[in-house]
């Protein structure tokens, strides 16, 4: 994944906010046509016009956060845009679910806006999750595995090279992690269309736990231990599935055939760390309750894992210089409803 570039603002000064204030009533004028727009075109995807209309309302608001340097705001128009030309380019598959995001953005954007020109800072780290949504959409890399958040990951080199513990009746093994792929695969279908919700967490929680046993010692079992975990907290309504979470548990799919191909082969995959960095990151989401979740939040520093939002006028990018306070006031026991 390519890396957000923030470009060092020329100090944002209260000129800025000024600035900002002057155009509030042009944004959400523009911010309510996209909608509109939006809206009618969800109702027939073929009226082109409708979302090349959307486009353009969104482009305008665009360019006074580009001026003014409001990181934040810059970074959700451009993901936007790139999610309404995405469909244009008919390279989104679920054009429902990409209008859907679109429309949490819309709703969620002047209530960021309004909270930049009240606390006069702006904090694109907070963004994350919407940021997320509308990377999934379009099939990229999410915001959460590159450097807008960084836990500690030094365990995960120390189990990196671990092989797996093989029985020796290795294909009845191998048959057993298959049958908990299949599962896992019908069960998460049925979660994500709302199906026996209760039913289908109770298994997927099952499935993992028991992927833990099987991967006891090597890097994956504290890939399952994460995973369970996040699901724990979206079985408990702390985070919802949306369209990222959904996609990072389609991922764990792949893991579980990964690691039936290490069972087979007697190999070891690589650590893919951007799963477990956007996993963590929901995890981060809610307060540590649970034994296993503290641990988890022991283990990977997740409570210094956000940075403040400082630029290296060096490097032009943003970088990680942590604010533990910042992080704990702003995610902890909140649920996302985004």
């Known amino acids: 994944m390519t890396d957000i570039q923030i470009q060092k603002p020329q100090h944002q000064t209260e000129q800025t906010f000024k600035g900002l204030e002057w155009l509030v009533d042009e944004i959400e004028r523009n911010l309510t046509s996209a909608y509109n727009e939006l809206e009618v075109f969800t109702k027939d995807v073929n009226d082109e016009t409708r979302i090349y209309f959307c486009l353009g309302h969104i482009h305008q608001i665009s360019g006074p956060f580009k001026i003014l340097q409001c990181q934040g705001l810059i970074l959700l128009c451009e993901e936007m845009e790139a999610v309404t030309q995405a469909i244009i380019d008919k390279k989104v598959s679920n054009i429902p679910e990409a209008c859907e995001i679109l429309v949490q953005v819309i709703i969620r954007l002047p209530i960021y806006l309004r909270q930049v020109l009240a606390t006069r800072v702006d904090q694109p780290e907070s963004l994350i999750l919407l940021l997320n949504d509308l990377r999934a959409t379009q099939g990229r890399g999410l ?115 990964n690691t039936i191909f290490d069972i087979t082969s007697n190999s070891t995959s690589p650590v893919d760390i951007a799963l477990i960095k956007n996993l963590l990151y929901y995890l981060m989401l809610v307060k540590a309750e649970t034994e296993e979740q503290k641990h988890l939040w022991e283990v990977y520093k997740l409570s210094v894992a956000l940075p403040a939002g400082i630029i290296d006028p060096d490097s032009s990018r943003l970088t990680p210089q942590y604010d533990s306070g910042g992080v704990r006031g702003t995610f902890s026991g909140r649920r996302y409803s985004g």
């Open 143 to 257: 915001v959460s595995e590159g450097l807008l958040f960084s836990p500690s990951l030094k365990i995960l080199q120390t189990r990196s090279e671990a092989e797996l513990k093989i029985p020796v009746d290795s294909e009845a093994f191998v048959e057993r992690v298959k049958r908990l792929r299949q599962i896992y695969q019908i069960s998460l279908i049925k979660l994500i269309k709302g199906e026996e919700v209760q039913v289908h967490q109770t298994n997927i929680k099952k499935i993992f736990t028991r992927l833990q046993e099987i991967c006891v010692g090597t890097w994956r079992q504290d890939l399952w231990q994460i995973s369970e975990q996040v699901l724990v907290l979206i079985a408990g309504g702390r985070i919802d599935l949306t369209i990222a979470p959904r996609r990072l548990f389609r991922a764990l799919d792949t893991e579980l055939k």
